[in-house]
């Protein structure tokens, strides 16, 4: 859908509006170098297109606006667990209200800062005192990047990621490279395996590279390279349901997996961050587009 033509709830600047659909309120960004989307429902970046180029990130067209449910497409919020080692699946970051702390901008471009701490609700899952702060730079690049503080009085340990949806034109003749040559692989049931110096699809793939490069490479087909920049991760997730899990998915089109994949910065379960009391750990996974 056109989130352009949403009415405006709120003006905060000239390049700074929100706006709301189906009750959840969005942060949305016209600037002269890119456009973009914030929800606050999950902190999730719901789209960002940079002056003159095609939509980076994949949104589904059956995705849910739906404060009991998580996005399906853009950047969710892993948090503070990553996959299903607890409920709800992914943490509850990405279910969550964030609260808009700060915007401003420049010629280069805006920068929005969201914030979420614990309440009754999160300590009933996770019984822990946080802080998290989710700041994104939005210019000719996007960056994301999540600021996860202890403000308990005893030590506790996290995982999660920016789990990016990338638009590409066909996955058919998309490849992934510089994302390491060992993975665990999750259709195996994690098994250890070896790769190749390129990742092309010919099925459903979900792995967790254990030895990415900073930056991994997704060549869109003959169209595009994005460039993904990660740090303070300790994996990278690359993630494509093809066809089957696809039409399983109430809020994925059947061929959807035909136009994206995620490529994630990640801190696994296998390898949780743990911060003692007033000690903080940075997330980031950094976009940019090159022809």
Known sequence: ??????????????????????GIK????????????????????????PKGEDDVIWLSEKAEFDTAKAIRGGIPVCWPWFGKAAAPSHGFARNSEWTLKEHRENDNGVIVALTLEDSEATR??????????????IGTTLKVSLTSTNTDNTEWSFSGALHTYFNVESIHGTTISQMGGEYQDSTQAGKICQGGEELSFEGEVDRVYTQPEPTVMIQDHQRRQIAVTN???????????????????????DDSFETMVCVESTIHNSNSITLAPGESHTLTTEVSVKR
């Open 231 to 253: 740090s303070g991760h300790n994996a990278a997730v690359i993630w494509n349901p093809w066809q089957e899990l696809s039409i399983s998915m109430t809020d994925m089109a």
């Open 26 to 49: 969005i942060v949305r960004i016209s600037h002269d170098q890119a456009e973009a989307g914030i929800s606050l429902h999950g902190g999730h970046l719901v789209w960002f297109k």
């Open 1 to 22: 859908m056109d989130f352009n033509t949403l009415p405006t709830v709120a003006a905060l600047s000239d390049a700074v509006t929100i706006c709301e659909h189906q």
């Open 124 to 137: 009933a899952v996770w019984p822990h005192k946080f802080s998290n702060v989710l700041t994104f730079e």
